[in-house]
């Protein structure tokens, strides 16, 4: 028994005085429970337990992965409990907290300078951070992980998360709506339910709306991708829609107050898709989203900064 047993089997609730007025159900997925904070958790096990089944990391390689989420510490976590050591790329956009918890958790950072400064993220600091971890993962000793590409994660969130999400809705679940990131817990959850007639949508920033055809720029969602991602396939999600800032930091805030969901701008983003979704299904839906990240990693910038 390990804390890495910890990770999965999170609990899925019903919103209540944030749930929809015509009827439908809204179920949230409280995967801020796993050992980080974070279901970035279930993604680097199964980047570290795929490259470690595959012969391609040895005891001691140092793992470097680029990351503006969530995904550094769960990583620095997974790689400490199995004896490899994180080295963890990241713009300086991101919240003060993350890099205390990387710290924390006994990563190495490498600080890429960003195009906007903190709050403010935009798909030029992603490009930029992949390139830095390309060019420290070329160096001996060195395994990238890569999570836009790696091969490990989708099939992993397929057989767990999309079959938690099946049983513990009893197989009512009709509809999936999550933000794209890597999009492969978007993609691995829908090849788990997809095939059992559940409508999916994908959920993308206003502010760098890239598969909608919307120009490059800056939002709020942290995690999120704001560009076309490597394993983004659109042939997995019967719609997509735009995210506003504004909109995602109020139900973050609101369902910190009225739920007490304690997430992060992400899930606020999600929730709000989630209601928007219902709103075109109907009293008979029932949807099913994901509450991504703890509130802790964002004390220090809006919603949370200066909440009376």
């Known amino acids: 028994m390990s804390i890495l047993d910890a990770i999965g089997n999170t609990p899925l609730v019903p919103l209540r005085r944030c749930a929809p007025a015509n009827g439908a ?70 919240t003060e907290e993350r890099f205390q918890l990387l710290r924390a958790l006994g990563a190495e950072v490498d600080v ?45 969130h397929r057989d767990a998360l999309g079959r938690e999400i099946w049983e513990q809705t009893n197989g009512r679940a009709t509809a999936f709506v999550q933000g794209i990131g890597t999009a492969t817990s978007l993609v691995g959850v829908s090849e788990a339910l997809r095939p059992r007639g559940v409508f999916v949508q994908a959920l993308e920033p206003a502010g760098s709306a890239a598969i909608a055809g919307g120009p490059a720029g800056a939002f709020a969602m942290q995690g999120w991708a ?27 805030l609101r369902l910190a107050r009225d739920e007490g969901i304690f997430a992060g701008v992400s899930t606020g983003a999600n929730v709000v898709g989630a209601l928007h979704l219902a709103e075109r299904l109907g009293p008979d839906a029932v949807i099913v989203t994901i509450a991504v990240d703890s509130g802790f990693k964002y004390l220090s910038v809006r919603p949370y900064a200066g909440a009376g």
């Open 25 to 94: 159900e809204v179920w949230v997925k409280l995967e801020y429970l796993n050992p980080t904070g974070s279901m970035k958790d279930r993604m680097a096990l199964a980047m570290i337990e795929g490259a470690e089944r595959d012969g391609l990391i040895s005891p001691g390689d140092t793992v470097v992965e680029y990351t503006g989420g969530s995904t550094g510490p769960s990583l620095a976590l997974v790689c400490r409990a199995k004896g490899y050591h994180p080295l963890i790329v990241m713009a300086d956009c991101f």
């Open 112 to 156: 890429v300078r960003s195009v906007e400064g903190r709050g403010r993220v935009t798909a030029v600091d992603i490009e930029n951070m992949v390139a830095r971890a390309a060019e420290l993962a070329a160096r001996p000793g060195h395994y990238a992980t890569d999570q836009f590409n790696n091969p490990y994660i989708v099939p992993a």
């Open 226 to 252: 704001g560009q076309i991602v490597p394993q983004w396939d659109g042939g997995h999600v019967d719609a997509l829609e735009a995210i506003d800032d504004d909109e995602a930091i109020d139900m973050t």
